[in-house]
């Protein structure tokens, strides 16, 4: 028996097996480039316009702006309550008169608070530690370690102060209220104020000491 018919058969069902081969590869190659251009599309989507939505808002404080705190002898500007940061980070500016005392030495337990002297000179006390910290020196205090800071000079001082995250700056809004009309807050009202914004005296631990001979 001859084994043309069956040959042509074979043959018949290659070329059926590659034309589909052939039809499936286009399609693939089809498919892949719909997603390339899904892709490019959204890429281009984002990068001219970022996530969806509008922009967020650019904060800009003027020289003259922000909230104005007065706490004894210390004049606060709040830069940044939070607000416009997700609440991850707060930035004060504060001018201590001369001879101004800090508060008691204190520990923070949810913030890192960082002090950038501008002018003048700042004594941080941190434990028995004194460092006096001219202008220029940054200081940084993570949660849990002692610190206080004064200004035990003739001259004003100036201070960046960071809080993250924000939780401090309600603390120095609380605070003014105690200053109203010209008094001073007592050291239990200073701890009661404190204790609402995780922060607590820091036990045994001297406050600022006088300027060193």
Same mark, same amino acid.
């Given at each position: +028996? ?12 290659? #070329? ?21 251009? %899904?892709?490019?599309? #959204? *890429?281009?989507?984002?990068? #001219?316009?970022?996530? %969806?939505?509008? $922009? &967020?808002?650019?904060?800009?404080? /003027?020289? @003259? $702006?922000?909230?104005?705190? !007065?706490? @004894? ?8 309550? /939070? ?15 001369? *001879?101004? &005392?800090? &508060? ?6 949810? *913030?890192?608070? /960082?002090?950038?002297?501008?002018? @003048?000179? =700042?004594?941080?006390? =941190?434990? $028995?530690? $004194? ?6 020196? !940054?200081?940084? =205090? &993570? ?15 100036? +201070? ?6 924000? !939780?401090? =700056? ?6 003014? #209220? !105690? ?35």
């Amino acid at each position: +028996m001859s084994d043309e018919p069956r040959n042509s058969k074979n043959a018949e069902h290659a #070329e059926h097996a590659e034309h589909a081969e052939h039809a499936e590869h286009a399609e693939h190659a089809e498919h892949a480039e719909h997603a390339e251009h %899904a892709e490019h599309a #959204e *890429h281009g989507e984002h990068g #001219e316009h970022g996530e %969806a939505g509008a $922009d &967020p808002a650019v904060s800009v404080v /003027g020289p @003259g $702006d922000g909230e104005t705190i !007065l706490l @004894g002898t210390t004049r606060m500007r709040v830069l940044e309550d /939070g607000s416009h940061t997700g609440h991850r980070l707060g930035m004060a500016e504060s001018v201590l008169a001369p *001879h101004t &005392p800090g &508060p008691p030495q204190h520990r923070h337990a949810r *913030h890192d608070e /960082g002090f950038y002297v501008i002018s @003048g000179t =700042v004594r941080f006390t =941190v434990g $028995d530690e $004194d460092i006096d910290a001219t202008a220029g020196t !940054l200081v940084m =205090v &993570p949660p849990g370690a002692p610190h206080t800071f004064a200004n035990t000079t003739g001259e004003p001082a100036r +201070m960046l102060s960071t809080f993250t995250p924000d !939780l401090y =700056v309600q603390y120095f809004r609380d605070l003014e #209220e !105690l200053y109203a009309g010209g008094r001073t807050p007592t050291p239990e009202e200073s701890r009661k104020t404190m204790s609402r914004y995780a922060t607590e005296p820091a036990t045994g631990s001297a406050g600022p000491r006088g300027t060193r001979s």
